[in-house]
């Protein structure tokens, strides 16, 4: 009697053996929509935060962090940002957070791109569906427009990384094509980047307080090896360090800022405390990009007017009937957007690119430099394509003259950030 009891108990322990096995698969692949290689992807991932001086040039303007978190879920990429920028008249405060959630397979799930600072705020959110489409919310200065936009399988950059490097193509290509998302505007672009291969660093890991010199300096250094990352295209500014968790550790930026891992007490605190002194880094000398020829993304509806695309083909037509000409076209939708939206030169410049795409007509937000008085000045206005780029002047329902601007960023949402670091690099208008 006493074997066929063990029987029993053993048989019953079997079972809930296999029973508690067979619950745990289906809820790592069942119960979440995750198939079990999305898990093994998922797994590599390294949570981190890390630190960042944000250099314009040599000059310290701010800092920033980037913070990578993994949950039952998927993944959580956290970046902040806060900025002086000074290519205006007046020096801007910006704060700038990303916050992108990924699925256990590194997919893009959601995103939240703020910016807050000495402009009205500014919002984007977009939560992906079927078929690489997205549905994209934008907040700004109280004014709220919805679109579906097709983002595709992009990513912004520090969630990129992460998956590049989950991937083991830093270690296995040397080459790979970025599928990056402009996350303020909800645009996916390509950039092909070249590795380098491998080189060793030590950034800084920790910092001490001395007295004497009243700041934070470095205390101790790390040891990390790191793959360099470059864009193939002479015209881009895009230049990354990054360790093997993909996790950057210096950065050129398209919009011409330098990231530099650091310690948080000298990335933060010695910044807001005014203890701040030139920085040189080798390699991360930015340039004035050139404009490229129209893409689609140039044509494609804007997330940036607030109204129905309907509405703003009927307007459109509207506005340019009689209009003989593609220069006569460009300066009624010039004229139909000052009147729409009065006194809000970005807001006007937004409306005009939309305005002009509904009509089939490439057309992007530039941001560059002004020339006035012998200096360069930050500016954003609209372009579109009429046997070249054309710039447009809505205030004045005209075509800019050929010189007195220099376009610097390029499809961007005229946001001071997008583009006045790069203000700086330009010699004077009469050098």
């Keep these: 009697m006493k074997p066929r009891k063990l029987h029993v108990a053993g048989a019953l322990v079997l079972a809930a053996w296999v029973a508690s096995l067979g619950w745990l698969v289906r809820r790592e692949y069942f119960t979440t929509g995750r198939a079990p290689g999305e898990h093994a992807l998922y797994a590599l991932v390294s949570p981190e935060t890390h630190f960042f001086r944000v250099l314009q040039g040599s000059q310290p303007i701010g800092f920033a962090s980037v913070s990578v978190d993994t949950s039952a879920t998927g993944v959580r990429?956290?970046?902040?940002?806060?900025?002086?920028?000074?290519?205006?008249?007046?020096?801007?405060?910006v704060r700038y957070t990303l916050d992108t959630e990924l699925s256990p397979s590194l997919a893009l799930r959601h995103w939240v791109a703020t910016l807050r600072g000495d402009a009205p705020p500014y919002q984007v959110s977009g939560?992906?569906?079927d078929s690489g489409l997205a549905a994209v919310v934008l907040t700004e200065d109280s004014v709220t427009h919805r679109a579906r936009?097709?983002?595709?399988?992009?990513?912004?950059l520090a969630p990129w990384l992460v998956r590049l490097a989950a991937t083991r193509r830093l270690q296995q290509s040397p080459?790979?094509?970025?599928?990056?998302?402009?996350?303020?505007?909800?645009?996916?672009?390509?950039?092909?980047?070249?590795?380098?291969?491998?080189?060793?660093?030590?950034?800084?890991?920790?910092?001490?307080?001395?007295?004497?010199?009243?700041?934070?300096?470095p205390a101790r250094h790390d040891t990390v090896t790191g793959w360099m990352l470059q864009a193939d295209r002479a015209e881009s500014n895009l230049r990354l360090w990054v360790d093997g968790n993909g996790h950057m550790l210096r950065a050129l930026l398209p919009n011409g800022l330098v990231l530099e891992r650091t310690a948080f007490e000298i990335a933060q605190?010695?910044?807001?405390?005014?203890?701040?002194?030139?920085?040189?880094?080798?390699?991360?000398?930015?340039?004035a990009p050139a404009s490229p020829v129209p893409s689609d993304a140039d044509i494609w509806p804007t997330l940036l007017a607030a109204a129905p695309d309907s509405l703003i083909r009927t307007d459109a037509f509207a506005a340019t009937e009689g209009a003989l000409s593609r220069a006569?076209?460009?300066?009624?939708?010039?004229?139909?957007?000052?009147?729409?939206?009065?006194?809000?030169?970005?807001?006007?410049?937004?409306?005009?690119?939309?305005?002009?795409?509904?009509?089939g007509i490439p057309a992007r937000l530039t941001g560059g430099a002004l020339a006035h008085d012998g200096t360069w000045t930050a500016g954003c206005w609209p372009e579109a394509w009429d046997e070249g780029w054309r710039a447009i002047d809505t205030r004045a329902g005209d075509l800019r003259p050929e010189s007195g601007q220099r376009g610097l960023a390029f499809g961007i949402a005229c946001l001071p950030m997008e583009y006045e670091p790069l203000v700086n690099l330009l010699p004077g208008p009469q050098s």
């Design 77 to 93: 990429v956290s970046e902040r940002y806060h900025l002086t920028l000074s290519a205006s008249a007046e020096p801007r405060n």
């Design 127 to 129: 939560t992906m569906g």
């Design 328 to 359: 006569d076209t460009l300066r009624l939708l010039a004229r139909s957007a000052a009147r729409d939206v009065p006194g809000r030169d970005w807001l006007q410049s937004r409306r005009f690119v939309a305005m002009a795409r509904s009509l």
């Design 269 to 287: 605190l010695n910044f807001l405390d005014g203890k701040i002194e030139p920085v040189r880094l080798r390699g991360f000398e930015a340039i």
């Design 149 to 156: 936009m097709r983002v595709g399988n992009s990513l912004p």
């Design 175 to 217: 080459e790979v094509t970025a599928q990056l998302l402009d996350p303020l505007t909800a645009t996916p672009t390509r950039e092909s980047l070249r590795l380098s291969g491998q080189f060793v660093t030590n950034p800084v890991d920790s910092a001490e307080y001395v007295g004497a010199a009243d700041r934070w300096v």
